[in-house]
């Protein structure tokens, strides 16, 4: 049995992704829908209160009683804000979860109470760390914006820092409802690059890779570097600030006790131009931590391609290029890369998230645009003014990019949507 | 509360300590940690003396230099500095000296003073080294020091908020580490300050080994610093005094090269090395430990800045060991199969403080823009020929070009059989100028240039401006000053992506051809005492070769993405510290 038909349907989030794939087969038997994250950080300018539950009723309308899974590529706010139910439990996720998905696919690092040990399965050694580190990250994320961003914000000098670091913040703090629905609406597969998915078993005829995320294993094996856990970084870095872990913290301890000290807002005069520039100092060094816990938490994205009828769709969540790294080294997985027909835009169009290698694969320097009905379709799911800043040359979505989007792409962005609740097209099967 | 001035209202009524150097500079000994206050012999914290300019000091401490303001912003706290402390009556004090260390290593006021006293030192040997007077890389002549600056285990130089910024975090054991603890980082961080001044655009974008050097000669000063101090090497590493004679008895089992490479006196910063939970029980970095191969220049890793900059480390270091062992090994045996450990320990100091003065002298004789290792490895050999033309005796120029040959890395192509710099033996012409003017005014330099640009082989399209002239004075071992006038040029040639091709180069694909982009050149020209030009050594802003490579790197980093070169330098040392801290490798590991 294979697909005649799949539906791309990508919904306008704003800053965020949510993909609906629905795989259509013939005769009576039942359409396949995939929901690949939920989420937004920001939404749309001019959109509805309720955006999320629009979004999640229009889904449960399309899938119905239907065979559905939903894969979380990685926690951020931007991909999964969506599932949480909310206090009174009839928010979107719950929407979502009385659709009884058969299962929920998320990223090795995901896997709940699963210690360090012999016992492990071999893919996953380095668990435990690594979901410290992970807490870590959110810690020093809510820290960053409950605690260092209101100081940030009385002084009126450091509005670009502060505004970078609540919206790249916010994204990393913990959405504990949407987690624990996640964990709760379905039995949970945690994959890893070279798993085989049940995503596979789920849609016939369709042919599931996993690509990404590398296990530490796979990942060290990359770099050949015998490293200092990054890990043990996050951790002290937390530790630090007085977040995540309490053992050992800093954060409320008074560092000098017994000797004199004042407020900075009561420094003498000698002191006020050097305070004011540590501040600045302070909320760059944090800025600059937040963009690189969002990274690591970028990291954690699941790669998924899916293979049918002359197709192949690319879904890379947010992977930037240390978790292409690995994909990219090997080659049964860069033979499956090369004839990609659907391409998630990675990031929401971020600078590090489509690597050279990757494009330079699809379009060699020689190569010209096809006509537009043989080019690979392109999908962007972003909001451009909310990450990065053009003057630094970071902005998302990338200029460059999106230029090149559009030259050798038949690019879908949400930036070109303006009430619609949704973008979708369908691809059938290829001769 | 008031920031006073010491004995302001009466300046020239202060009493200063008895002058130590030179008869004529009086000094002011100052209470600080000889490494970290994890390096501890029978149980007590290692102490040392730092002899500091005895300026007047303002609380905080702050002198002419150096100003101290205790701001922490991870809690927005003020910690107060010693008011009025280094006075007492007419007489100048420190405050802690002679106390039991356990009863100042929680106040901050000690750790103000560490700082204080660890940077003066360090700017101190620069100075001494370079024969005059340094700048720092900022407008102004005062760098700010926060010993608490954040919460976080990371510190670094910052050139736009003209300030060292040191971090803390929980140790293993709970206990606070205080980066401004360590004798080595705050060594490291100032040597980033001094050498922004010396060489403000070796924190552009150019190459790997530019990007790298920053790193690897900030660790090389510190571990000589330490080295170079006959006090705490004698603390180290004579731990147990076997006495005879008078003398300290020390093993030769002890003074190979390996058991040296061990000691606590060759890794950098051994407490917050030690704090980092799960980390190795070693100093934070022990660059020495590295092995000498010259596959590392294939080695992508190598291309990290601060991987590649501890390749710097071990080469210097593994020459400073190879000067060391042959010293100590003409001492002979004088007891019982022992060394004179007193002897030992002054081999060491002198073949450290050599090394300190040859590798902060050497960027007098290096080009100011698009530094390579090789570049550098030329420079310490001239430096060091000029002062020592004759190096049979120690032989620290084989030494040193044996050092880094072992990593693959060899001098320059256009200089002499020795790997100095060639001698500039082209006809220049003195027309129009002035003799005087030339040791000291940069128009006058200026003018030089102008008159000289096709002997000097310059591009006369270029926008040229002569940064700095420095009148030098340096003092031979043998006591013969060397008197030299350095003149600090820049060439930049600012050009669009689609004329790169006219100069003779390959526009990167990721460079728009509309897009602009800097090229630099430039160099020093060394003048002897009667202002002849002696070297004219730098990098030409025509010269093809090095300019492509230069693009290609560029567009390899992502460089093109960047706005600006002030985009990208912005945080960089904050950035480079942080990826180092996240990172430990070794080539080939």
Redesign the interface.
């Given at each position: 049995m294979v697909p005649t038909s799949v539906r791309v349907r990508m919904y306008q989030v704003g800053f965020g992704d949510c993909f609906l794939l629905t795989f259509r087969y013939q005769g009576r038997t039942k359409p396949r829908h995939v929901l690949i994250d939920f989420g937004t950080t920001a939404a749309p300018s001019g959109s509805p209160s309720k955006l999320l539950a629009r979004i999640a009723e229009d889904i449960s309308k399309t899938v119905g009683k239907d065979p559905f899974a939903v894969v979380a590529t990685h926690r951020h706010r931007d991909h999964i804000a969506g599932f949480d139910p909310g206090s009174n439990g009839k928010g979107p996720g719950a929407v979502i979860a009385a659709l009884k998905p058969q299962f929920v696919v998320q990223p090795w690092t995901e896997q709940p109470d699963l210690a360090v040990d012999a016992k492990a399965p071999p893919g996953f050694k380095g668990l435990a760390a690594r979901q410290e580190t992970l807490a870590s990250l959110q810690a020093i994320a809510r820290h960053a914006v409950e605690v260092a961003l209101p100081k940030l914000q009385r002084s009126f000098q450091h509005t670009v820092t502060a505004g970078q670091l609540a919206f790249i913040g916010e994204d990393n703090i913990p959405n504990d409802g949407a987690v624990r629905n996640l964990m709760g609406m379905a039995p949970n597969e945690y994959v890893y690059a070279g798993k085989t998915s049940r995503l596979a078993s789920f849609l016939p005829g369709v042919k599931v890779t996993v690509l990404g995320p590398p296990t530490v294993k796979q990942h060290a094996g990359v770099r050949k570097e015998r490293a200092r856990d990054p890990d043990e970084f996050w951790s002290l870095q937390g530790k630090a600030l007085g977040v995540g872990d309490k053992s050992g913290s800093t954060g409320n301890m008074a560092l000098f006790p017994r000797h004199g000290q004042t407020t900075g807002g009561g420094a003498p005069l000698w002191a006020r131009w050097i305070i004011k520039s540590l501040r600045s100092a302070h909320g760059d060094q944090l800025l600059e931590l937040v963009r690189s816990l969002d990274t690591a938490m970028n990291n954690t994205s699941v790669i998924l391609l899916f293979e049918f009828g002359g197709h192949r769709f690319l879904f890379p969540g947010d992977a930037q290029i240390e978790n292409w790294e690995y994909a990219l080294g090997q080659k049964k997985f860069t033979e499956l890369l090369k004839n990609v027909t659907v391409y998630k835009v990675g990031h929401h169009g971020s600078l590090n998230a489509t690597p050279k290698t990757l494009w330079k694969e699809w379009y060699p320097q020689a190569a010209k645009p096809l006509a537009m009905n043989r080019r690979m379709t392109s999908f962007m799911s972003t909001k451009a003014g909310k990450h990065g800043s053009v003057a630094s040359g970071t902005e998302v979505p990338r200029t460059k990019l999106v230029t090149a989007l559009k030259k050798w792409t038949r690019l879908h962005s949400t930036e070109d949507l303006e009430e619609a609740l949704y973008v979708d097209e369908i691809f059938a099967v290829r001769d | 509360?008031?920031?006073r001035a010491v004995d302001a209202r009466r300046p020239d009524a202060q009493t200063e300590p008895a002058p130590t150097r030179g008869g004529s500079v009086p000094l002011r000994p100052l209470t600080i940690l000889a490494q970290d206050p994890a390096v501890r012999r029978d149980g007590k914290i290692l102490m040392a003396t730092a002899q500091i300019t005895a300026e007047p000091l303002?609380d905080g401490p702050?002198g002419a230099r150096i100003?101290v303001?205790d701001?922490?912003?991870?809690?927005?706290?003020?910690?107060?500095p010693m008011q009025g402390g280094y006075q007492q009556g007419g007489d100048w004090l420190d405050p802690f000296a002679g106390k039991d260390p356990a009863r100042f290593l929680?106040?901050?006021?000690f750790h103000q003073q560490n700082v204080y006293a660890i940077a003066m030192h360090t700017l101190g040997v620069f100075e001494s080294a370079l024969g005059r007077r340094t700048c720092f890389g900022f407008k102004g002549h005062q760098l700010?020091i926060?010993p608490?600056?954040?919460?976080?285990?990371?510190a670094y130089y910052?050139r736009e908020?003209?300030?060292l910024?040191f971090?803390?975090?929980?140790?293993?054991d709970?206990q606070?580490v205080h980066t401004c603890l360590s004798h080595d980082v705050v060594a490291h961080e100032m040597t980033h300050a001094l050498l922004d001044g010396l060489r403000p655009r070796f924190i552009d974008p150019s190459s790997p080994d530019q990007a790298a050097f920053h790193e690897g000669f900030a660790d090389v000063v510190a571990l000589l610093s330490v080295l170079s101090d006959r006090a705490i090497v004698e603390q180290v590493l004579i731990r147990r005094k076997v006495m005879r004679d008078r003398r300290a008895l020390i093993s030769p089992n002890e003074l190979t090269a390996s058991a040296l490479k061990a000691s606590t006196l060759l890794g950098l910063a051994e407490q917050v090395g030690t704090s980092?939970?799960?980390?190795a029980a070693t100093a934070l970095r022990r660059s020495v430990a590295l092995k000498a191969s010259p596959r590392w220049l294939e080695d992508p890793?190598c291309e990290e800045p601060h991987r590649r900059g501890e390749i710097l480390v071990a080469t210097v270091m593994d020459a400073f060991l190879a000067v060391w062992v042959a010293r100590v090994a003409s001492l002979g045996i004088v007891s019982r199969g022992q060394c004179d450990g007193n002897r030992v320990v002054e081999e060491g100091v002198a073949a450290a403080n050599h090394l300190l003065t040859m590798c902060i002298r050497a960027l007098d004789y290096a080009p100011s823009t698009d530094l390579q290792y090789v570049d550098y490895l030329s420079a310490l050999l001239t430096a060091d020929k000029e002062t020592v033309p004759d190096d049979s005796k120690y032989h620290y120029r084989q030494i040193i070009r044996d050092a880094f040959r072992a990593w693959g890395i060899a001098p320059v192509s256009h200089t002499g059989g020795d790997g100095c710099w060639e001698s500039f033996d082209r006809r220049v012409s003195y027309r129009n100028l002035r003799s005087e003017s030339l040791r000291r005014d940069t128009d006058e330099a200026f003018r030089f240039i102008w008159e000289n640009f096709d002997a000097l082989q310059l591009a006369r399209e270029a926008y040229t401006v002569v940064q700095a002239v420095h009148p030098v004075a340096r003092v031979a071992p043998d006591g013969l000053i060397v008197r030299e006038t350095v003149i600090d040029y820049l060439q930049i040639l600012t050009v669009r992506g689609h004329e790169l091709r006219a100069l003779g180069l390959q526009r990167p694909?990721e460079l728009p051809t509309s897009k602009e982009v800097r090229l630099y050149g430039g160099g020093v020209l060394v003048l002897d005492e009667f202002g002849r030009l002696k070297y004219s050594i730098g990098n030409n802003v025509a010269k093809v070769a090095r300019q492509q490579a230069r693009l290609d790197y560029l567009a390899k980093m992502?460089f093109f993405?960047?706005?600006s070169d002030q985009?990208f330098s912005r945080?960089f040392f904050?950035?480079l510290h942080?990826a180092r801290?996240?990172?430990?490798?070794?080539p080939g590991?």
């Open positions: - | 509360m008031a920031r303002m702050c100003k303001v701001y922490d912003a991870s809690r927005d706290r003020l910690y107060l929680d106040d901050p006021r700010h926060a608490h600056a954040f919460a976080g285990p990371n910052q908020n003209r300030c910024c971090g803390y975090f929980p140790g293993r709970g606070i980092i939970p799960n980390g890793d694909e992502g993405e960047y706005r985009d945080g904050a950035r942080l801290a996240r990172d430990r490798w070794t590991g």
